[in-house]
């Protein structure tokens, strides 16, 4: 099993930036991606913002989020997500997540297979 703890959510104005991080434990061996979603306030669905691999290649973006979010892999094997130019729009709780080896690659919620319990951003106008 993989567990996935995100930290690093909270209040900001437009245009600041924030740093997310999620830290994974257990059977990380397995992990072929991480990814990062998010669900806006009364929104029913988790919307895709990146993924990267575990190796740190293989890099995507949603389209709102391109040109001002980055996904990387650190040192400490954590898998960060830095946010930049945030606008009111990307008011959410953020998910980290997993994509398990030998399994179908993609980026929408039904792909990955381990959620943590996600942290709130909210950018004020």
């Known amino acids: 099993q993989v567990q996935l703890v995100e930290s690093g959510g909270g209040l900001v104005q437009t245009g600041d930036s924030l740093r997310l991080s999620c830290a994974a434990s257990?059977?990380?061996?397995?992990?072929?991606?991480v990814g990062w979603f998010r669900r806006a306030p009364g929104g029913q669905t988790r919307e895709f913002v990146a993924?990267?691999?575990?190796?740190?290649?293989?890099i995507f973006y949603g389209d709102s989020v391109k040109g001002r979010f980055t996904i990387s892999r650190d040192d400490g094997g954590n898998t960060v997500l830095q946010m930049n130019n945030l606008r009111p729009e990307d008011t959410a709780v953020y998910y980290c997540?997993?994509?398990?080896?030998?399994?179908?690659?993609?980026?929408?919620?039904?792909?990955?297979?381990?959620w943590g319990r996600g942290t709130q951003v909210t950018v004020s106008s």
């Open positions: 993924r990267i691999a575990w190796s740190g290649g293989y």
């Open positions: 997540a997993s994509l398990r080896r030998f399994r179908p690659i993609g980026n929408t919620e039904s792909h990955f297979d381990t």
């Open positions: 257990g059977r990380t061996a397995n992990i072929y991606a």
